[in-house]
């Protein structure tokens, strides 16, 4: 009889359907929500944990700790490997770096955040939720991750952002974005339009504008932009997400022609699906949904927020010394189908 390693939360889903106890229990789990195994084939490579940050608040962390302890005859196991993939901290790679990082309350943004705060940077955290931020800050000793509540948006905010930031910036993640409601051009409203423009494209377009004076002068600087699947394709998304991450990746390459030899670099990384729960505006497109729908069944699988982030600060950092103007897909590859 195969031997069975010991499940612990950071197990895969995969690893817990396949386990003779840990499967009857996620199914359980599965049935008393309504769902069924299917619904997590895209991401069975992630940590189980990985579904209390999935669920938005729906799943308390109560529920995880619950199954560990179940399966494992009421005893907590230490955390052996699994097939899920661990984030991997290089301590010091930021000491001394002052980093821009919007969309910090939350998915991509706080995981980016946090990496660099851990490893030794100063972050100037952006969000427009000013609790989040709050909260997220006070996990870190204090002055090391400096919230700035703003909408990306508006250029008084950006302004505050730049004060916040002091004499020195030495990088900016462009995180911040939104989702459209999957609508192809002949049913996109001006509201959808100019809300997810305004917020993935101009918003990236103004606050690297209002970095890119001190870096000038400092001589150095590297910016990271979050494009997307949806920048180098067609048929990831709807009209607006698709036109504004395609302007990302033209404003990106645009960039470092220009300033690379200021010594700034300015990259995108190109994310596929990525577990973090975004919400869609209410009322998505049927027509978009159904056309989209075929295409989006091939994404490899999800991403965690802290795998995005490992591809942002690798750009962000000198180790990325000798990389500008790429996009680069991190998309477990996606873009090579």
Sequence with gaps: MAEHKALTANSTIGEWLDHPDGGPLVRG???????SEET??????LPLQQLVALSQGQMPQSVVDDLVLKVNGGVMPEETESGAWTEQVTAGRFSGRTIIVTG??????????SRIAREGGTVVAVDISADKLQEFAGTFPEGQVVPVAADVTKQDDLDRVIAAAGDRIDGLANVAGVNDDFSPLHETSDQIWDRVIGINLTGVFKLTRAVLPKMLEAGRGSVVNVASEAGIRGNASGNAYTVSKHGVVGLTRSAAFMYGPKGI?????APGGVATGIPFPPNVS???SARLAPFQQMIPGLATAEQLAASITFLLSEDGTNINGVVLPSDGGWSVQ
Aim: no cysteine; proline share 3%; charged share 15%.
């Design 29 to 35: 789990l599965l049935a008393q929500s309504g769902a």
């Design 286 to 288: 049927e027509a978009g």
């Design 104 to 113: 910090a309350a939350s998915g991509i943004g706080r995981a980016t955040a």
């Design 265 to 269: 670099r300015v990259n995108a990384v």
């Design 40 to 45: 997590l084939e895209p991401i069975k490579g």
